[in-house]
């Protein structure tokens, strides 16, 4: 194809997937027709606001970013080998952002490594290291279906254990169990390591506003490991995706940290149960077709 038609057909289809995108009927055909050629301004800013409102939930509650974001994107037509890559690499600089404004609030102290929040951090990281290169070599090998699956059945069984009010005693062991699991759940398909590392640890008498934080911060090492490993084993996704998506999420911990500091202590295990409940309905959903 000449350049002067590539620029056309590039333009023309565009336009047709960030209104698509807007009302929610992208396909894999408009996706794969773009190949490597740049996104218009408005398909780059659709996909900044998504970002941003996956990661304002994420900040907030530790959870929704990759449990939301993988499950849309798949929808809007593109394929694992580009989402769960983005979705890793975005909520890694999400995480950064995420723990400096959650440490400035008080939300968590990780004012050094013998302070306990910061402990848990490199007990879940260590961990999750292992199980999220698993996770990504079996990742790039599986369907839509039964990642969003994997996503659905994690995370609403953990939604319905933290509204059933169960606690157990905190153990070093449980948590670096709760750690493995959730990273291996990430590498497989970008989402659901929020809300069982963040609900994990609220079962296991972790305070709500630490749990968020503190997962905010494991999500940093987490998710870059897993990008490093999807990079190595797949193509390189598209640079101006990667750009709108890190954007959108990098910004957006600032509120989202905000609002974890203001809700009040008594509802916000509620709230996070309530909502890591209603995404796993959501993926499982998706998979029914309803």
């Known amino acids: 194809m000449e350049r002067e038609q590539l620029c056309r057909a590039t333009s023309d ?104 929040d910061t402990k848990k951090v490199c007990v879940i990281v260590l961990a999750g290291i292992m199980g999220v290169i698993v996770g990504a070599s079996f990742g790039v090998k599986i369907s839509k279906d039964l990642l969003m699956t994997f996503i659905g059945v994690s995370v609403t069984t953990m939604g319905i254990i933290i509204l059933s009010g169960k606690v157990v005693t905190f153990t070093w062991r449980r948590l670096s169990i709760i750690g493995a699991i959730s990273a291996t759940l990430k590498g497989i398909g970008g989402g659901s390591y929020g809300p069982v590392v963040a609900g994990g640890q609220s079962i296991i008498g972790v305070e709500p506003k630490r749990a968020v934080a503190i997962t905010n911060f494991a999500e940093i090492m987490i998710c870059a490991a897993g990008f490093v490993v999807w990079a190595m084993l797949s193509p390189m996704p598209p640079t101006d995706m990667m750009l709108a998506m890190c954007v959108g999420a990098g910004t957006a911990p600032v509120l989202g940290a905000y609002i974890t500091h203001r809700v009040p202590p008594k509802y916000f295990r509620k709230i996070l149960g309530a909502v890591i409940l209603v995404l796993g309905i959501f993926c499982l959903f998706k998979i029914l077709g309803l």
Request: a negative charge; charged letters at 10%.
């Open 13 to 116: 289809w565009t336009i047709t997937v960030s209104w698509r995108v807007v009302c929610g009927d992208a396909s894999s055909d408009d996706t794969e027709a773009f190949g490597d050629v740049e996104m218009e301004l408005i398909a780059f800013l659709v996909l900044i606001a998504l970002m941003f409102i996956f990661a304002t939930i994420n900040s907030s509650l530790g959870q929704g970013y990759g449990t939301l974001g993988t499950p849309i994107l798949l929808l809007l037509g593109y394929g694992p080998k580009i989402v769960v890559p983005l979705i890793l690499v975005s909520q890694a600089i999400a995480g950064i952002t995420g723990t400096l404004c959650h440490n400035k609030l008080g939300n968590a102290d990780f004012g050094g490594i013998k302070k306990p």
